[in-house]
């Protein structure tokens, strides 16, 4: 459909009713002669020896002359014509005002088919596929934006390192089918241990991290940590399987571990490395001058 610019459509449309519409000369024409019609045939008009009185003619009327029966007719069926061609015009219009309408629907149906590519686009961007969790990305952006809002006085946000412990074996001995429902099934239990408004990221392979916020000090996280090995630890039936998959946590802290984005994963990433060779569950970063630090009691 060809769509005229909005600018040259109101001239269009002014151009179609003026060369339809009467010109003051026809119609003051026209309401002489449909006077003089009135005058003659209205009824209750006298008549004088059985003939029609006529009203005085007017100054317009002299100039016009007298209009003949014919002339009338001819005048009405002139302006019937007028007349039709200006409903024929309308018509045309309202047509195309239907038309721009539909156009406009389209258009917009178009938009939002846009707008929903883009925040598809955008999802699939900063999310897994596989589980539907924020991906590396997304952490990395959430985490660089929350570092930039930090005040010096107020804690940072904390990042937790979480690797399966030999799930290669898993992958191997079962098949890449039950591999990824043990991904998923961990991505689930995870999300449903942390508080509302952390943040929980596949990282790629069996890595995920949380992201969390407003926490000051350890106890709180020794605490979160002690959950997450739980939650994840608890058998997973899986088809006629039960798996048992265990999972190692780094802990970073900002600003004990680093104020930079990368310093914090790499720390939290060392971290999840010393938990996994001590078999310790979790353990968390590493200060500058330190081993590991408060490596927990061996977790199940």
Not at 36 to 44: E, I, M, N, T
Not at 238 to 267: E, F, K, M, N, Y
């Amino acid at each position: 459909m060809n769509r005229m610019d909005s600018n040259q459509r109101p001239w269009e449309w002014g151009k179609a009713l003026a060369a339809t519409w009467p010109t003051a000369e026809q119609v003051q024409r026209w309401k002489l002669w449909l006077r003089s019609l009135q005058v003659k045939w209205a009824p209750g008009s006298s008549t004088q020896h059985g003939r029609l009185w006529m009203a005085p003619p007017s100054h317009a009327n002299q100039n016009l002359g007298e209009p003949s029966v014919s002339t009338c007719v001819a005048a009405m069926q002139q302006m019937l014509q007028v007349m039709a061609r200006e409903a024929a015009e309308r018509h045309a219009l309202e047509r195309t005002m239907e038309g721009t309408q539909a156009a406009l629907t389209q258009a917009l149906a178009d938009l939002d088919r846009v707008r929903n590519g883009e925040r598809l686009a955008r999802h699939q961007a900063l999310h897994d596929e596989l589980t539907n969790l924020p991906n590396r990305r997304h952490l990395l952006l959430r985490l660089e934006d929350l570092l930039d809002q930090r005040h010096s006085l107020q804690p940072g946000p904390t990042v937790l390192f979480i690797d399966l412990d030999n799930f290669k074996t898993v992958n191997d001995t079962h098949g890449h089918g039950v591999g990824d429902e043990v991904l998923r099934i961990t991505a689930a239990r995870l999300n449903a241990a942390v508080r509302h408004g952390d943040l929980v990221v596949r990282l790629g392979g069996d890595e995920f991290a949380c992201l969390l916020r407003g926490v000051a000090d350890e106890a709180p996280l020794h605490q979160l940590c002690a959950k997450l090995l739980q939650a994840v630890c608890c058998p997973m039936k899986i088809g006629h399987l039960q798996l048992l998959v265990r999972p190692s946590i780094g802990v970073a802290i900002c600003p004990q571990h680093g104020t930079q984005a990368d310093a914090l994963l790499a720390c939290a990433d060392a971290a999840m490395y010393a938990a996994k060779r001590e078999r310790c569950g979790y353990a968390f970063g590493k200060t500058e001058g330190t081993d590991i630090a408060d490596r927990p009691d061996q977790h199940p």
